[in-house]
């Protein structure tokens, strides 16, 4: 896949971003623990690599934790407005999701996949 520009931010505008790079997935994510982070009954993601991501203005609140299963998360987010903006977990892939409706252009990375269907919430419809 040929290397694209994503940019985008928060919605006070106080925090800017921009990452390069193929995605590495386009996801629609059911999990509580993003519906928890966000506040919505799912989350779109597009990812790339961990490296590629670079906070053109402001910089970002971040909350690290771990997850239940025992993952290391640490999601950033603006600390004005509370936009939702990265999620990275630790382990064996590099990559790092930003959340698809942060993107100045969100239509051009629409999901492609549904990630954790076994969490998705019943009244949810496809």
């Not at 694209?4 to 106080?14: I, K, M, S, V």
């Not at 203005?57 to 998360?73: F, H, K, L, V, W």
């Not at 407005?81 to 100045?104: H, K």
Request: negative net charge; charged residues 25%.
């Amino acid at each position: 896949m040929a290397e694209q520009l994503f940019e985008g931010g928060c919605l006070c505008g106080a925090v800017r971003y921009s990452a390069v790079g193929p995605p590495q997935h386009q996801t629609m994510c059911h999990c509580a623990n993003c519906r928890r982070a966000s506040g919505a009954q799912s989350v779109a993601w597009v990812s790339v690599s961990r490296g590629k991501v670079e906070f053109t203005q402001g910089e970002p609140s971040r909350y690290a934790y771990t997850r239940e299963d025992g993952r290391n998360i640490e999601r950033t987010f603006c600390g004005g407005c509370g936009t939702q903006l990265t999620y990275a977990a630790d382990g064996p892939d590099d990559g790092i999701d930003i959340t698809t409706g942060s993107l100045d252009d969100p239509d051009a990375y629409p999901p492609k996949v549904e990630s954790w269907r076994e969490e998705k919430l019943s009244w949810v419809k496809p």
